[in-house]
């Protein structure tokens, strides 16, 4: 019993298994022909905390939080931001009301991340890489992790 048992385990630990390989990882996007090149792990985090900055020429205007998938926008807050969405919501409230900074828009689905940065040429925002395809006119800036 514990010989076939330790078969079936192994048979089942040695199969093929059909790992997409984008699987867990997150894309930094910004729409087709915005000429954003690969940016420093801080200006992305500056970006997301509402400063304005250029990047090898290439204005980057504004950051877009995608909060559709909620492991994935706390990853982004932990791996990115080095810190809690409670540590960076109070820092953002802060911004606004102390310096005037608008506060970063939040989308909520893919259709409308999307649109955003098609008709905002220069924003920029993050996703799965399995997601990519099923947005249209939009390109990778560099794989984030």
């Not at 939080?65 to 909620?70: D, T, W």
């Not at 911004?95 to 970063?104: D, N, P, T, Y």
């Amino acid at each position: 019993m514990f010989v076939n048992m330790a078969c079936v385990i192994f048979m089942l630990l040695m199969s093929p298994v059909n790992v997409n390989a984008n699987e867990g990882k997150v894309a930094l996007i910004a729409a087709k022909g915005s000429a954003i090149e690969k940016m420093h792990l801080m200006d992305i985090r500056r970006l997301f905390l509402g400063f304005k900055l250029s990047v090898d020429g290439a204005a980057v205007k504004n950051a877009v939080l995608n909060v559709q998938s909620k492991l994935l926008y706390d990853e982004f807050m932990k791996n990115v931001m080095h810190m809690t969405e409670g540590s960076y919501k109070r820092k953002m409230v802060k911004r606004v009301f102390r310096q005037g900074r608008k506060r970063i828009r939040e989308v909520s689905s893919l259709r409308e991340l999307n649109d955003h940065l098609l008709e905002n040429v220069g924003d920029i925002s993050f996703v799965e890489m399995s997601s990519i395809d099923d947005m249209e006119s939009v390109e990778v800036v560099q794989i984030l992790w």
